[in-house]
C-alpha cells in the first residue's frame, strides 16, 4: 500500500497567518491527491481534489499544489473556522490511504 | 441537498457479527460508487471498502479482507456492510462516502454521512 505522511502533526497558529501542511507519499501518486478537513465531532470535508482542485463551495484562501509524491495545503489567511484537523488521500490506487492528519490550533 | 445516513452500529462482542445501513438520498444513487471508511477513537481515517454503481467492482482494505463484505441495493439507494468475526481493533466511528466517480477503483469522497459508531468489546 501507498503511505502517507503529513507534516507537521499539529501546527499552532492565529487568525490571519499563512499555513502550510506537507503531505508525503511513498511513491509516486501523479496528482491523485485529496485533502479534507474535520472538525471535532463531524465528518470529514473535501477541500481540494487532484492536488489543486478547489471543492465547489469552498473558500479561495484555500489552495493545493504539488504531484509526484510531495503535496502541500495552503491556508492564506487562518480564519477562526479553519481551526481543525487536516487529512491528505491518495487515490492512485483502489486502497486509498489517507495520512495521520495535521491539528491546526489556536496560538 | 446530498444526504447520507447511516445505522446499524452498537456493541457487539468479539467474534460476532453486525450490519451497517446507509440510505442515499439527493442524488441518482446508482450513478455513483460509494464507500465506507472508519475512524478509531481519536485516531485518523482509515478506508474500509468500496463498491462500484454496478457492485462489478469491489475492494477492500487488507485488514476487514474475508471478514467484511459490502453491498448496495440501487432500488432502495442503500450501501451496506456486513461485518463478520468482529475483533476489538474494528471499534470505530463508520463513515458511509459518495465517491464523486462510478468505478469506486482509486477515487476521492465528495459527501460523507455523520457516521455510525461500532464498538468490539467483552
Known amino acids: 500500500d501507498i503511505q502517507m505522511t503529513q507534516s507537521p502533526s499539529t501546527l499552532s497558529a492565529s487568525v490571519g497567518d499563512r499555513v502550510t501542511i506537507t503531505c508525503r507519499a511513498s511513491q509516486s501518486i501523479s496528482s491523485w491527491l485529496a485533502w479534507y478537513q474535520q472538525k471535532a465531532g463531524r465528518a470529514p470535508k473535501l477541500l481540494i481534489y487532484?492536488?489543486?482542485n478547489l471543492q465547489s463551495g469552498v473558500p479561495s484562501r484555500f489552495s493545493g499544489s504539488g504531484s509526484g509524491t510531495e503535496f502541500t495545503l495552503t491556508i492564506s489567511r487562518l480564519q477562526p473556522d479553519d481551526f481543525a484537523t487536516y487529512y491528505c488521500?491518495?487515490?492512485?490506487?483502489?486502497?486509498?490511504?489517507f495520512g495521520q492528519g495535521t491539528k491546526v490550533e489556536i496560538k | 441537498e446530498v444526504q447520507l445516513v447511516e445505522s446499524g452500529g452498537g456493541l457487539v462482542q468479539p467474534g460476532r457479527s453486525l450490519r451497517l445501513s446507509c440510505a442515499a438520498s439527493?442524488?441518482?444513487?446508482?450513478?455513483?460508487?460509494m464507500h465506507w471508511v472508519r475512524q478509531a477513537p481519536g485516531k485518523g481515517l482509515e478506508w474500509v471498502s468500496g463498491?462500484?454503481?454496478?457492485?462489478?467492482?469491489?475492494g477492500y482494505a487488507d485488514s476487514v479482507k474475508g471478514r467484511f463484505t459490502i453491498s448496495r441495493d440501487n432500488a432502495k439507494h442503500s450501501l451496506y456492510l456486513q461485518m463478520n468475526s468482529l475483533r476489538a481493533e474494528d471499534t470505530a466511528l463508520y463513515y458511509c462516502a459518495k465517491d464523486q466517480s462510478s468505478y469506486g477503483s482509486g477515487s476521492y469522497f465528495d459527501y460523507w454521512g455523520q457516521g455510525t459508531r461500532v464498538t468490539v468489546s467483552s
Open positions: 488521500q491518495q487515490y492512485n490506487s483502489y486502497s486509498q490511504t
Open positions: 439527493g442524488f441518482i444513487f446508482d450513478d455513483y460508487a
Open positions: 487532484k492536488a489543486s
Open positions: 463498491i462500484s454503481w454496478s457492485s462489478g467492482s469491489i
